[in-house]
């Protein structure tokens, strides 16, 4: 089954995504939970509108690393690419999270994949769930583990710079040969959760085209991580660009800014 | 052809026995080896932390003097060190001192077998220690279990800079780098011309990257290079007369900077980088393809930085 992801444009990338499980769940069965965990019916419920019909699928790619070995910057990318029926949503939760709901993306224009990072304190899956009207609520995941075997430094905690230091500084590129968009932004994304640090975190990122229509939108959710990098895919006309990228915060701010071929 | 090693040496007695007993009575049985007149080394497991080898995974050096030994690195638990002393006490005299090569667990968390001696380290090796030893701590607990029991991460007292120095009427070359982390202490025996290296050399393991500075590395690695040394130890790996350390180490951080520029250069995304798995030619190394995993991770940002011009900023 082929997918969107680029590991093949690596030496041995190919085979080694292959060994590494593709980013497939194990799926045993359509209407079982692969990852078995209780917050999936809650999380269905709460965040994705509670869908009459629903499917683990094998064709929801979500490639994660196995640990979180930097817990605040973990990697994630969803590749729906491969579902054949609608994508109009995808919708991103974390089991165990104390705020599971980490982003909606809307596609679109742009290919139904994403690139971002997430916070990751507990281990627990992380899904990824394709939503469109008259079809079913497609689900695919990883199960991360929140502590690796690393730990050559596991923790090593890195002291924070302080966040008005280049704040909302954004830095992207379009890569036209494979329609890739990657942005980022300087940006604290406080949850509001840790003592005496009110929330403040990016709440919508949408990119537009050279006539300003836009391409695909994120509502973004406090479990993002601390500078986030967004991966995008866009086909071959909008690739030759220009892609405007307009985004705003919980408390006002906002930012811009625009990558060309 | 590197094959990844998968006798343990301390990892293997243990898994003979049940695992309630392995539980909770862990022991690590050392294979001393005198690699050079007075000269011992202790070799780690070629592995990641994990229960099967106690942390004990870097290598230790113990030098004979007329004061006891010298002990370079203290282990990766206060069990591991306490079999560490035991050593040394029984065989080399006791203890003269103790010299930590940086920062990473694996390299000092022993220490407390040894506190009644000066332990030695680079002055911002000594600062790592003390701000990362909790968090390094918990990470090490929850992987290792019962073998972390009693462990209470015992900072250097004692700073140290480069140059020579005598303990115990042996003579030392200090010599104070950097690049595998903020701070690498590497060690020239002038009696025997064994170089010890600490984790500024790897061979037949994987590097692990997460201080690493690849640029200030490669310097440390040249100056090193320069010394003439009759045998090297590596932080990881086995002991070598030859130089094999030296081109493994710097071939492996140049793929890594190729691989990871590269792919930062195409648009790839981190996780894919990730999973598209360690360069072909290093797959086979020990702690791989899991360090390559960590190390994406750690140092992903060093080149996304590079590869992303700077296109906006606050409206």
């Known amino acids: ?130 939503l469109a009207d008259g079809v079913p609520a497609r689900m695919g995941g990883a199960f991360i583990d929140a502590m690796g075997g690393g730990c050559s430094a596991p923790a090593v905690a890195h002291t924070r710079p302080d966040w008005q230091q280049g704040f909302g500084e954004m830095r992207g590129r ?23 640090i009110p929330a403040h975190h990016l709440t919508d990122l949408q990119l537009l085209d050279a006539q300003g229509a836009p391409i695909a939108r994120i509502e973004l959710r406090h479990p993002v991580e601390e500078n986030p990098t967004l991966t995008f895919a866009l086909p071959p006309d909008l690739a030759l660009g220009p892609v405007r990228i307009e985004a705003r915060d919980s408390n006002g701010y906002r930012f811009s800014g625009e990558v060309r071929a | 052809m590197i094959t990844r090693r998968t006798a343990l040496l301390t990892g293997t007695a243990a898994l003979l ?25 202790i070799e780690g497991a070629q592995d990641s932390f994990a229960p099967a080898n106690g942390g004990a995974i870097c290598n230790i050096v113990m030098l004979r003097t007329d004061q006891g030994a010298v002990v370079i690195d203290s282990g990766g638990t206060a069990l591991h060190g306490a079999a560490l002393r035991d050593f040394a006490d029984q065989r080399l005299g006791g203890v003269a001192a103790t010299l930590n090569t940086h ?5 000092w968390f022993g220490n407390q077998a040894f506190a009644d001696r000066p332990i030695l380290a680079l002055p911002a090796t000594r600062g790592l220690q003390a701000q990362n030893a909790q968090a390094l701590s918990e990470g090490l607990y929850r992987i290792l279990g019962g073998w972390m029991r009693g462990t209470v991460p015992l900072p250097a007292a004692t ?8 303990i115990g009427g042996r003579e030392l070359r200090l010599l104070a780098l950097s690049g595998h982390s903020q701070a690498d202490l590497a060690l020239l025996d002038p009696t025997t011309g064994t170089l010890i290296a600490g984790d500024l050399l790897f061979l037949d393991r994987a590097p692990s990257f997460p201080d690493a500075d690849l640029d200030a590395w490669r310097g440390a690695l040249d100056r090193l290079a320069a010394i003439p040394a009759s045998g090297i130890v590596p932080g990881h790996g086995p002991f070598m007369r030859d130089s094999r350390a030296f081109a493994q180490t710097r071939a492996y951080l140049d793929a890594f900077q190729d691989r990871l520029g590269r792919a930062a250069d195409l648009g790839l995304a981190p996780a894919e980088t990730l999973a598209a798995g360690p360069m072909p030619e290093f797959a086979g190394l020990g702690a791989n393809p899991e360090e390559y995993h960590r190390a994406v991770v750690q140092r992903w940002r060093d080149f996304e930085d590079m590869a992303l011009p700077l296109i906006g900023g606050t409206a």
């Open chain 1, 1 to 130: 089954m082929m997918s969107a992801f680029l590991c093949d444009r690596l030496a041995n990338g190919a085979a080694a995504l292959a060994q590494y499980g593709g980013g497939i769940a194990p799926v045993t069965a359509p209407d079982s939970d692969p990852f078995d965990s209780g917050m999936w019916e809650l999380h269905r419920l709460e965040y994705l509108g509670d869908p009459p019909d629903w499917r683990a699928d094998p064709r929801m790619r979500v490639l994660t690393p196995r640990n979180a070995e930097d817990a605040s910057h973990v990697p994630i990318m969803v590749d729906a690419t491969g579902l054949t029926d609608p994508v109009t949503r995808i919708v991103i939760t974390i089991d165990y999270s104390p705020l599971p709901l980490a982003l909606i993306f809307h596609p679109g224009r742009a290919l139904p994949l994403l690139g971002f990072g997430v916070k990751y304190e507990i281990a627990g899956p992380i899904r990824a769930t394709a």
């Open chain 1, 174 to 196: 379009l890569f036209p040969d494979s329609g890739r968009l990657r942005v980022n932004i300087r940006h604290p994304m406080d949850t509001g959760l840790a003592d005496g």
């Open chain 2, 17 to 41: 026995t049940p695992l309630a007993a392995r539980a909770t009575d862990p022991g690590y049985h050392l294979k001393p080896a005198e690699i050079a007149d007075g000269v011992w080394l």
């Open chain 2, 103 to 107: 920062h990473h667990p694996d390299h």
């Open chain 2, 159 to 166: 700073a140290v800079t480069g140059g020579n120095m005598v």
